[in-house]
């Protein structure tokens, strides 16, 4: 058997993918699209290109029987067989595993194999020359002096939840079938080339599966900043289902949805997420992203001065109030007739008419600024905290301030340092629109009479 290392190599050329295209058409599929690089994108790798002006019709179909997914793929493996029939008895091993741990592994054992399965030798084949180029973006396999530009970014954070969770699936693997002789590296190299290209099926008793769409998975992603909507992102065309309950088939489409031009690249929209989550997923970053949406989430750690209040990570973005509910965790920790930690009935009670849900853990208990137990001074306390979480927050960061990240993205950088500095400026865009947010009302709570409105959205106007 070949080593992982050298099916990595393999790609060092693109494939046109001819042979896949042929054998589509060989199983009943329509190709109106060609393989290449697109010409307005000249870092995003192969692409999709219309052959010739089109609008408002099917692009690319691919018969069910050519998707790469578990039921195509259990007859042809008895180890996916094993593997499965694990899993669906075992729950512990089905809670610590994925729907993409079946492709995963079929991927693995079939791109190093001499003959790949016939049924879909063609698109296999193909795929060899994509593993590299694809994983080689993803952060895990970033060398070290880059993974440190992460230093600070949400993605950071999220690496070794990304290996720990490869490993445990591998962990599953390894368990069930020990004649394997693939490494835990082969295993993590599919596992995220899976990630980067697979879709979500549910075509079989109501189970999400992950799949591979031949061809459409080369489809790029596209969110135009001038026509930026979250629920209408533009783009060129977009995957559909068609299902035959009947026959017991389905066929994926890849229609268009505007006129394209001859050459054209076929784009599609793979969701609103954070910058954070594309990137770990599928290697790229929008670079606009953080003034148009509130997608970028930075992770505040919240811990109070009272030695008894639980540390709590919270989700921070920048959209019209989400602080507030960091805001209303140090406020109940200020508050002195709260008493939070108190097990006593009338302690809870008093929370309790304060809105606090004191039948949930106290890491969800939460404050609100009209409760008639907070005095002022409190509330500047519990404002002060959240203050200094915000500053503590922007010190972990590789880099300088966000002028200094945005002057760098200005300039020439290595291709995975400009992603990290996007993603560095884009968590410290969020911190510095909160802590302006913050200051304001800072101010606003020291000179308002009616100090408990201050936080309302025209307590500006009441100054």
């Known amino acids: ?25 060989e199983c009943g599929g329509r190709v109106g699209v060609a393989v290449g690089r697109p010409q307005t994108c000249s870092d995003c790798g192969l692409g999709l290109l219309a052959e010739k002006g089109i609008a408002g019709r099917v692009l690319l179909s691919v018969p069910s029987r050519c998707v790469l997914f578990e039921d195509n793929l259990l007859p042809e493996s008895q180890d996916l067989q094993a593997l499965a029939e694990h899993l669906r008895t075992n729950l512990t091993a089905k809670a610590a595993t994925s729907n993409k741990l079946l ?41 070290a002096e880059d993974q440190e530009e992460l230093r600070g970014t949400s993605a950071a954070s999220e690496l070794p939840k990304m290996r720990r969770a490869i490993a445990k699936e591998f962990e599953v693997v390894s368990l069930v079938l020990p004649h394997l002789k693939h490494q835990l ?113 930075v992770k505040l750690q919240l811990q109070a001065e009272d030695a008894r209040a639980p540390g709590i990570l919270f989700a921070l973005d920048k959209c019209p109030g989400t602080w507030h509910q960091a805001l209303a965790f140090f406020r109940l920790w200020r508050c002195r007739r709260c008493r939070p930690s108190d097990a006593d009935a009338e302690a809870k009670r008093r929370l309790a008419q304060c809105g606090v849900e004191v039948e949930k853990a106290p890491k969800a208990w939460r404050l609100d600024v009209s409760c008639g137990l907070l005095e002022r001074d409190e509330e500047m306390n519990a404002v002060v905290d959240l203050e200094l979480a915000l500053q503590a927050a922007v010190r972990r960061y590789a880099g300088g301030s966000l002028k200094k990240e945005e002057r760098l993205l200005g300039g020439k950088l290595r291709s995975h340092q400009r992603v990290a500095v996007v993603l560095r400026r884009d968590e410290k865009h969020t911190l510095q629109a909160v802590q302006e947010e913050v200051s304001g009302a800072k101010v606003r709570l020291s000179r308002l009479a009616g100090w408990r409105s201050y936080l309302d959205e025209g307590s500006k106007d009441e100054l």
């Open 103 to 143: 492709l995963a592994v079929f991927l693995m054992q079939q791109l190093v194999a001499p003959q790949p399965v016939k049924r879909f030798a063609a698109y296999l084949t193909d795929l060899r020359s994509s593993v590299q180029r694809t994983i080689q973006a993803i952060p895990l396999y970033w060398a």
């Open 185 to 297: 590296l082969e295993f993590q190299a599919a596992y995220v080339f899976v990630a980067s290209r697979s879709f979500t099926l549910d075509v079989s008793n109501g189970v999400a599966q992950a799949a591979l769409f031949p061809v459409i998975d080369l489809a790029n992603h596209l969110w135009p900043k001038d026509t930026y909507d979250q629920h209408d992102s533009g783009e060129a065309a977009a995957v559909e289902f068609q299902h035959r309950p009947k026959a017991g088939t389905f066929e994926v489409l890849l229609r268009s949805q505007q006129p394209l031009g001859a050459g054209d690249e076929v784009t599609v929209s793979y969701g609103p997420f954070s910058n954070s989550h594309m990137l770990l997923r599928y290697g790229f970053v929008t670079p606009w992203l953080h003034t148009r949406t509130c997608l970028t989430k």
């Open 1 to 25: 058997m070949r080593s992982w290392r050298l099916w990595l190599t393999l790609g060092l050329a693109d494939a046109d993918y001819a042979s896949t295209l042929k054998w589509l058409r």
